[in-house]
């Protein structure tokens, strides 16, 4: 695949985040040693068909992972810390496994980690919702620039960036890419970026 | 959202009214979870002005502002300075003084909301939670949650992001005196519902053929046109210094919802679906006036959804108006 414009450059493609996904499932049931009392949470939005297709990877591991009884979205737009300064998006709907997550290992699942503030605040409204034995977090990218000590359990690829750089995952589902055209672009310039 | 107060639904725009439904059916997912408590609002502060009574709207943004974190300061003119004659502005600059980041406001005077909001006395935003026979935009929202619940639940689709377009909502009684009323009315039409209304002519506004509505005198004949969801005001005998109607078993027999006209109504369905249609009442209920026992308590009935939904709308409209850097 060649760059689109002189300032983007595709880092992953379809294949490269599907291969670090399949590494990611097997990861998480190394390190579980199986798939007993495990929950696997998206946040929203890009973190939610992430997860799902983390857990349609790990039934397939170990056939006793029920996706349906397992997997989950966690929305974490009221417990951001910058509430004051920026216009809060619409919440996303949040869906815990009927099981809770009391006593269970829950995985939380994002596209990008950066400052680690969305993993701050998913920590929050977990603690809203019931307590895990352990959480985990799985990332498609971690590219780096954290400013609280917060890392990452399981990593699809790390991404040296710069500040004014900016990390796009795009996913069939939510940005309008076919399944076969899933990346994830860096873009430079001043704009600098979010995710 | 773009407001930064809440003072009518005319002032609603399609995608801000839709902002504030979606985010209650989340704050109501809330509200069903062990902790009820989100750190949203932590360290804000929310007064409640009341200058009329009003037990169930003061106690629904209360439980709202501390779901929320907030600190919540209740003010009710009984029993204060108001009664020693302070005005409103003084009011307000001493409880801005005291660092207010939003005021809910009950007033008996139509537009009390729309002059704070107006004013220079406060920086905080302003709720309007009932100004005289003006607007009471929070019950219209709580509302249209219910009717889009109701909705949604018999079509199979998921609320979310979904609008009113199609549904028939019938509402009955004192149109002249209500806030609730018109507050629906333009909430409604915004959503694309169509509304009807049916009330004595003695207690229908001057004006009511420029409003987007149909409007009936006999409740039988509103009925006969099949609405979706039926809507009963209360009569308000504070507000009845003139004589609307000869008495209130005359009332009943014509425009109350009875146990005939219950049977009525459970043969109607919800749209082309199967589903029976919704009853409201925004409360309090004078039972056996406007509305049967029967009626209050019936499958139809969503009136306890109703106040369970004022929460969630209330939490919804201080996250976002609080939220945010508003100039």
């Known amino acids: 695949m060649v760059n689109t414009t002189p300032e983007t450059s595709q880092v992953m493609s379809a294949a490269d985040i599907e291969r670090a996904l399949t590494r990611i499932a097997h990861e998480i049931v190394e390190t579980h040693r199986g798939v007993e009392d495990l929950v696997i949470l998206g946040i929203p939005r890009r973190g939610v068909p992430l997860a799902k297709r983390l857990g349609e990877k790990l039934a397939r591991i170990d056939s006793a992972f029920d996706p349906a009884a397992a997997l989950g979205a966690l929305d974490i737009t009221m417990y951001r810390d910058d509430l004051r300064a920026h216009s809060a998006r619409t919440p996303e709907p949040t869906e815990v496994p009927a099981r809770g997550v009391d006593g269970a290992t829950v995985v939380l699942v994002d596209d990008v980690l950066y400052s680690g503030r969305t993993v701050r605040a998913a920590l929050d409204a977990l603690s809203g919702i019931g307590r895990p034995e352990a959480v985990r977090l799985a990332v498609l990218v971690d590219r780096g620039h954290r400013q609280l000590p917060i890392r990452a359990d399981h990593v699809g690829k790390n991404i040296p960036t710069s500040r004014d750089e900016r990390v796009s995952v795009r996913l069939h589902g939510i940005d309008e890419v076919p399944p076969e055209d899933e990346s994830v672009i860096i873009t430079r310039g001043p704009a600098g970026g979010t995710a | ?327």
């Open chain 2, 1 to 327: 959202m773009s407001l930064k107060h809440l003072l009518s639904t005319a002032d609603l725009s399609y995608a801000d009214a839709l902002a504030i439904l979606d985010t209650a059916e989340e704050m109501d997912a809330v509200s069903q979870r062990e902790v009820k408590k989100l750190p949203t609002l932590r360290g804000r502060t929310v007064v409640n002005l009341f200058y009329e009574d009003s037990t169930r709207t003061r106690v629904s943004f209360e439980a709202a502002a501390k779901r929320l974190s907030a600190d919540v300061v209740n003010f009710s003119a009984k029993g204060s300075s108001v009664s020693k004659g302070e005005s409103l502005k003084d009011t307000v600059q001493t409880l801005g003084a005291m660092g207010a980041d939003a005021i809910v406001i009950r007033h008996s005077a139509s537009g009390a909301a729309a002059q704070l909001a107006a004013s220079d006395w406060t920086e905080a935003a302003v709720v309007n939670a009932g100004d005289g026979t003006h607007e009471h935009p929070t019950q219209a929202l709580l509302d249209a949650l219910t009717l889009r619940r109701g909705w949604s639940a018999a079509h199979g689709s998921n609320p979310r992001g979904a609008d009113l377009t199609g549904m028939k909502v019938l509402i009955v009684g004192d149109i002249l005196h209500s806030r609730v009323a018109r507050s629906n009315i333009w909430l409604l039409n915004t959503l694309g519902a169509q509304v009807s209304l049916v009330a004595p002519a003695t207690l229908l506004p001057v004006g009511i053929d420029s409003w987007p509505v149909t409007v009936y005198y006999s409740l039988d004949e509103a009925l006969a046109a099949a609405p979706d969801a039926v809507m009963m005001l209360r009569i308000q005998a504070e507000r009845m210094g003139g004589a609307y109607f000869p008495n209130s078993a005359e009332y009943t027999r014509r425009w109350g919802l009875t146990d005939e006209r219950l049977a009525v109504v459970e043969q109607l369905r919800l749209g082309n679906t199967d589903s029976q249609v919704l009853i409201l009442h925004p409360g309090p209920m004078n039972r056996g006036v406007e509305i049967s026992a029967a009626a209050a308590d019936s499958a139809l009935s969503r009136i306890t959804e109703q106040v369970s939904h004022g929460v969630s709308v209330r939490m919804a409209v201080l996250h976002l108006l609080l939220t945010g850097a508003k100039a």
